[in-house]
């Protein structure tokens, strides 16, 4: 009798549409699934709806695997390799084949534990992936700078996504990125569709019970969970997505909305980053969605959804890949301040900041320009240390995973490593913030005020990171114009601004801001 294949499914791998499950139910051969779900998968903390998430998620994955035939055991235990050990002595075996781990430190940590079990690890291709490191690898070979847009551009070529039909080698439209088409902001009045919430599956409610006995302290509320789940949950959010929200997404992708949380977005990182839907079925859907369309979707919207998938968030994988060792402790603005207790509570006098957390708190989403030009950019402008503000993210997010957050904090968001993938701080003052959205309407502060009480902490804070880091940035390209409107400015205002910055810097750290 032939031994079975022991398939190693690890918890954001949860599919039968490729990889090593995959082949086995293709082929029929003798397979047994082991599943650990321990406390350390991912070391740091997670919001409690994201440990509900992966957990549910992974055992109705475990049951749909079982209903289709296969073995499976999921095995509950501290540590990772506890559990691959218990597995071991449940039923011995001497080869264990698992997809790459999507953090590399995982990868070597399975290695380590095979070479001390005496076990054959086979660590196949994670095919959950749209491109591969050899892609990468071609890629930046010979490059200085590397930047989301020119990989973008190169792997959209090569699988011919909205390109011309012509065999031009042209992108549909002739315009590579319609990003400057995708920041208006939501008109008053607009309607814009519910995003579909998921009653919890019998599986949920059991784990949303578990967390809420074992997680007294983690970030999150447990009262509104709402996540898919199961494949079934995933793939009708995806149909949701393509038919009910696709067409606006494009223009409004950067708006902010207080009384809309989640505007037109997708909201599929969850499943994607489980393994609930594969990146590349996304893709392919919304594209024969806006083919079928009939001129319903524009193509800013397509444009822009696919380059989120393709573009940013394999650009975001690879990166991780090449640099996370350095990520760890870059901090190359020297910024050391602590993390305002209002990113835990949303206690603030800052509209836009206190609805974003309080969001956060119940459902663990928030879009991008909501974390990178609210949250992110805050923290940069006060002068957080990076990695804790890495670490807040790693939290607070549903979708937070190591390879996505701390690539799009440290080195994005916070600009700690000086520009290895992007070639400026992400910054604005207030300004922004009330022409993308609405908090301002409510706001104690005034987004054209930059000394007074009423000052915006964005506006003030934002020529005080100015005047701090003018040397660095009077040579940036992108920077270098506002290097010189502060310095033009008479030295009596600059210093009543500083002075104001200070304030408010103290204020952020007593709770008072």
Not at 177 to 206: C, H, I, M, W, Y
Not at 363 to 392: C, F, K, S, T, Y
Not at 491 to 513: D, F, N, Y
Request: proline fraction near 6%; include cysteine; charged fraction near 25%.
């Amino acid at each position: 009798m032939t031994e079975p294949a022991h398939i190693l499914v690890l918890p954001d791998q949860l599919t039968d549409q490729v990889g090593p499950v995959h082949v086995a139910l293709q082929t029929g051969a003798p397979v047994r699934i082991i599943m650990v779900e321990s406390r350390d998968a991912q070391p740091a903390p997670r919001h409690v709806q994201a440990l509900v998430a992966q957990r549910a998620a992974g055992r109705e994955f475990a049951a749909e695997m079982r209903a289709n035939g296969l073995r499976v055991d999921l095995i509950r235990s501290a540590t990772f390799e506890e559990g691959l050990d218990a597995a071991r002595t449940h039923d011995p075996f001497a080869r264990l084949t698992v997809m790459e781990p999507s953090a590399p430190q995982l990868t070597a940590r399975l290695r380590t534990w095979a070479t001390s079990a005496a076990v054959a690890l086979t660590v196949a291709p994670n095919e959950l992936w749209l491109t591969t490191r050899e892609e990468w690898e071609e890629f930046a070979r010979g490059r200085k700078e590397l930047r989301m847009e020119f990989w973008y551009r190169r792997v959209r070529t090569a699988r011919g996504w909205l390109m011309e039909p012509d065999g031009s080698g042209e992108p549909l439209g002739g315009v590579w990125n319609l990003d400057q088409e995708n920041r208006e902001r939501l008109p008053k009045g607009a309607k814009v569709p519910a995003t579909p919430a998921f009653p919890p599956s019998r599986t949920a409610v059991e784990v949303v019970d578990e967390v809420r006995a074992e997680v007294s302290t983690n970030f999150g509320s447990l009262d509104a969970f709402g996540w898919p789940t199961s494949r079934a949950q995933a793939l009708e959010a995806l149909e949701r997505f393509c038919t009910e929200r696709l067409a606006a997404f494009g223009p409004y992708e950067d708006a902010i909305s207080a009384q809309h949380e989640h505007l037109f977005h997708s909201l599929l990182s969850s499943a994607i980053n489980l393994g609930l839907l594969t990146p590349h079925e996304v893709c392919l859907r919304a594209i024969d969605e806006f083919e079928s369309s009939k001129g319903k979707i524009p193509l800013q919207s397509i444009e822009g959804f696919v380059r989120q998938i393709l573009g940013w968030r394999e650009f975001m994988h690879h990166t991780y890949e090449t640099f996370w060792r350095e990520w760890e402790s870059a901090n190359g603005l020297n910024h050391h301040e602590p993390l305002p207790a209002f990113y835990w509570s949303g206690e603030t006098k800052m509209a836009c900041i206190s609805r974003v957390v309080k969001k956060l708190i119940k459902g663990g989403h928030a879009h991008h320009i909501e974390r990178l030009m609210l949250l992110g950019n805050l923290a940069l402008l006060i002068g957080v240390e990076p990695q804790e503000v890495d670490a807040w993210f790693l939290e607070a997010f549903v979708d937070a995973h190591p390879w996505v957050v701390t690539p799009n904090v440290v080195a994005m968001s916070q600009f700690a490593d000086l520009g290895k993938i992007t070639s400026k701080p992400y910054i604005s003052g207030g300004a922004y913030v009330s022409r993308m959205g609405d908090d301002c309407g409510s706001c104690h502060y005034d987004p054209k005020l930059s000394v007074g009480e009423r000052a915006c902490p964005f506006t003030t804070l934002y020529w005080d990171f100015i005047d701090r880091h003018a040397e660095r940035f009077s040579k940036n390209p992108r920077m270098a114009r506002q290097v010189r409107s502060w310095e033009s400015r008479k030295e009596s205002i600059r210093t009543e601004i500083l002075e104001q910055a200070a304030l408010v810097r103290a204020r952020a750290k007593s709770g008072e801001l």
